[in-house]
Antibody
């Protein structure tokens, strides 16, 4: 069974940093592209970042570019999101998700439950 | 990178149909057949219901269908059931490995 489990969320002051992790199991993690998506309280989904299977192709949403860094360790079956210079508007539940490369990609077939990041001002 | 536009709410009685629109631009929805739809129940992770505009993942009932015309995609749920009450989000590939989600639609089964 595919499982994605996020961790690392918590309460941080504005300007601070956090590192989120996403532990993957039940599939060959190194074969799949991954993304981070966030959801502010009571709001919709927002795509945050993308990383390809090798970790060489990386993209960010304009709202986080220059402050967040996505990475992965295929040996540890783990995805990461380093978040620096955090702002109140970064407060959200952060989900990792797997791109469904078995069916052509460009959509996401498995999601984690998410980890809550709260930035206090 | 503006969000795709969805109506805030939609509703229907059990057995009826509901259609949700998702409007983007010629750079995203209109340019790629990579529109997907996600169902999210409160406190739960999103679940893909439709991908590539109109394909259903295995296990998704054929009551769910998708379509696209120009810059607008649509999700139709026929034969509404109580468990269909949820938030629905569209998502489109926007080029250069970035993605846009819709603003979300709350579907209520009356």
């Amino acid at each position: 069974e595919v499982q994605l489990v996020e961790s690392g969320g918590g309460l941080v002051q504005s300007g601070g940093s956090l590192r989120l992790s996403c532990a993957a199991s039940g599939f060959s993690f190194s074969r799949y592209k991954m993304i981070w998506v966030r959801q502010a309280p009571g709001k919709g989904l927002e795509w945050v970042s993308f990383i390809d299977s090798s970790g060489k192709r990386i993209f960010y949403a304009d709202s986080v570019r220059g402050r967040f860094t996505i990475s992965r360790d295929n040996a540890k079956n783990s995805l990461y999101l380093q978040m620096n210079s955090l702002r109140a508007e970064d407060t959200a539940v952060y989900h990792c998700a797997r791109e469904d490369d078995d069916n052509g990609g460009f959509h996401f077939d498995n999601w984690g439950q998410g980890t809550l990041v709260t930035v206090s001002s | 990178q503006s969000a795709l536009t969805q109506p805030p709410s939609a509703s229907g009685s059990p057995g009826q149909s509901v259609t949700i629109s998702c409007t983007g631009t010629s750079s995203d929805v209109g340019n790629y057949n990579y529109v997907s739809w996600y169902q999210q129940h409160p406190g739960k992770a999103p679940k893909v219901m439709i991908y590539d505009v109109n394909k259903r993942p295995s296990g998704i009932p054929d009551r769910f269908s998708g379509s696209k015309s120009g810059n607008t995609a649509s999700l139709t749920v026929t034969g509404l059931q109580a468990e269909d009450e949820a938030d629905y989000y569209c998502c489109s590939y926007g080029g250069r490995d970035n993605y846009l989600f819709g603003t979300g639609t709350k579907v209520t089964v009356l």
